[in-house]
């Protein structure tokens, strides 16, 4: 025998009413109702209210074009009880399939299936003695305070980052003024040369015209001597003769002399390079979001000093059948999608493996590749010679887009913030990435590869770039000034280093064949990772993986040694 339940879904389920008759609803019908009754509190519908009149004439009803009093009434569902998806009808059941609240018109629409329904004030009994429902007051009062105390951090937080942009609004203000300082002295130092020029110039037309004054009274002293002379004595005459000619020889020469030159005049021709350094550069400097999260435990990723144990090796053959000479893995960089790209240079190739490091592709280069950068997206750098070649890796393929050359040897490249950091072997460069020198930003004093390899933190505040023959790392800011040096006796010949975005710095070596972590600061070794004794050979360059939080190690051998970190 069905339940009253069951059966007031089956006669009613197909209607959907904003509001039903009460008294229909308490014996299983879904009826709409046309009438509210202000005093019993409760819907009527056209049945229903005629028998209420008979009961209760004096009671004061709303019809339908009064419904917004319905709603308004102390008998409406309150916002408590009323039904998110419908509402004005009260929540009246509780589906168990799917541990949900439900009106009668929730039932009809979206549980027909369900065979777990249940009135509220049967699952209802005994809620207050419930201790999980005893704690709600106390749940919701701490969110409440945590709410409270999260809207006053926020407000802190917009007070702090109006003061952040006042700071960096008088950074950039100082950084104008310095760069209208050096415009002043440009403007100051060619000014100087215009004026030196010009008050030459002058002194020469000066000259010219004293020159034209004294010969234009000698002239005419000498045509009145010669006017008078010519009629006296012939020896007389003879002398004035004499003498007229010399001067005349005189102002011939001087007027020959003064006459070659037509006029004086200055030229101007612009140095072009500072407009197109100063329009190659968007903007003072990278502005960056950064998002601060607060951890439950430190996490090892993000302190820059944690310092990482070794969990497992693997090798990776990476050797491909048309390679003529064993693989020389000059260069490793991961891209966004987990593939990574690795500069062969005994082959000269460029290789592109997938995320188990099997080779998918490669494209041949004029020379030995010696370090291969990420760019963006899907966009790589490698240095070959004294070139950089740019190379798209997108689809599995590895395609060359377009390359830059330098005056100098390309043996390292780093990219941040829009420009690129070349390595000569001997200096460190900054470049726009359409080529253009911006600085020298440090040079090494003594030699060939004083700056085998570069990196830079992730803030791009800090570089770090390796000394080969004289064993060092050394810590960079921005502006070239040497912040730290490290040496230590496992750190010999340097070839590679690596800064992972949290922090954590990496060197390889080529003697020993040991991975180093530094500390953040550069100034001291915090473990050797790994040593020759592990199956090294010739290290030549490392990069951290964060997606796997693994070092992937390349040297002169057919396999790449991936080492798993804890």
Request: with cysteine.
């Amino acid at each position: 025998m069905a339940s009253k339940f069951e059966s007031s879904i089956q006669r009613g389920c197909d209607f959907i009413h904003d509001f039903s008759c009460s008294p229909c609803e308490e014996n299983g019908f879904n009826t709409e109702a046309h009438h509210y009754c202000t005093q019993c509190t409760k819907y009527y519908c056209q049945n229903c209210v005629s028998k209420h009149d008979v009961l209760y004439q004096k009671h004061a009803l709303f019809g339908r074009k009064d419904v917004k009093k319905w709603e308004a009434a102390p008998g409406a569902v309150d916002a408590l009880e009323s039904c998110g998806m419908h509402p004005g009808e009260a929540l009246k059941l509780v589906c168990a399939d799917h541990d949900q609240l439900c009106c009668h018109v929730c039932v009809a629409v979206d549980h027909r299936q369900c065979s777990k329904i249940h009135p509220i004030p049967d699952v209802a009994k005994g809620i207050h003695r419930n201790i999980e429902f005893q704690q709600i007051p106390k749940k919701i009062a701490e969110l409440e305070k945590q709410f409270e105390l999260m809207k006053e951090a926020r407000m802190k937080n917009t007070t702090s980052l109006k003061k952040t942009r006042t700071a960096i609004s008088d950074e950039l203000k100082t950084i104008r003024k310095k760069i209208n300082e050096i415009l002043d002295k440009i403007e100051k130092a060619t000014l100087q040369d215009l004026d030196g020029i010009i008050a030459k110039l002058e002194k020469n037309i000066k000259k010219d015209i004293k020159t034209c004054d004294q010969m234009t009274i000698e002239l005419q002293n000498m045509i009145a001597a010669f006017q008078t002379k010519s009629k006296s004595s012939e020896s007389k005459s003879y002398i004035a003769y004499r003498k007229s000619r010399d001067i005349i020889s005189q102002a011939n020469d001087h007027l020959h002399g003064i006459s070659t030159i037509e006029c004086y005049n200055v030229t101007f021709q612009a140095n072009n390079l500072i407009e197109e350094l100063l329009s190659s550069i968007k903007t003072f400097g990278a502005i960056e979001e950064q998002t601060v999260t607060i951890k439950q435990r430190k996490d090892p990723l993000s302190d820059p000093n944690h310092v990482f144990s070794v969990a497992e090796y693997k090798e990776y053959n990476v050797k491909m059948s048309d390679d003529k000479y064993p693989c020389n893995i000059h260069g490793v960089c991961e891209m966004p999608s987990g593939e990574f790209v690795i500069a062969d240079g005994n082959n000269s190739k460029v290789k592109l493996l997938d995320k188990e490091y099997r080779v998918l592709d490669h494209c041949d280069v004029p020379g030995n590749p010696f370090d291969v950068c990420h760019i963006d997206g899907n966009e790589v750098a490698v240095c070959v010679n004294s070139e950089l070649h740019f190379i798209n890796a997108s689809k599995g393929k590895l395609v060359t887009t377009r390359k830059l050359s330098f005056t100098h040897d390309s043996t390292a490249a780093a990219h941040h913030g829009g420009q690129l950091y070349i390595s000569s072997g001997t200096a460190l460069y900054v470049y726009t990435m359409s080529g253009q020198k911006v600085k020298m930003l440090y040079e090494g004093k003594s030699g060939e590869r004083m700056v085998e390899k570069c990196a830079i933190s992730n803030d791009g505040k800090t570089i770090y770039i390796i000394n080969y023959f004289k064993h060092q790392l050394i810590k960079l800011d921005n502006n070239g000034n040497k912040l730290a040096l490290l040496t230590d006796p496992d750190m010999r010949y340097p070839t590679g280093v690596h800064v992972t975005p949290a922090g954590h710095v990496f060197v390889c070596c080529e003697l020993f064949n040991t991975v180093l972590q530094v500390d953040n600061d550069g100034k001291k070794k915090m473990t050797t990772v790994v040593r020759k004794e592990d199956g090294l050979n010739s290290l030549q360059d490392l990069f951290f993986s964060s997606r796997t939080s693994s070092l992937i190690v390349g040297g002169v051998k057919d396999t790449l040694l991936v080492i798993k970190l804890n």
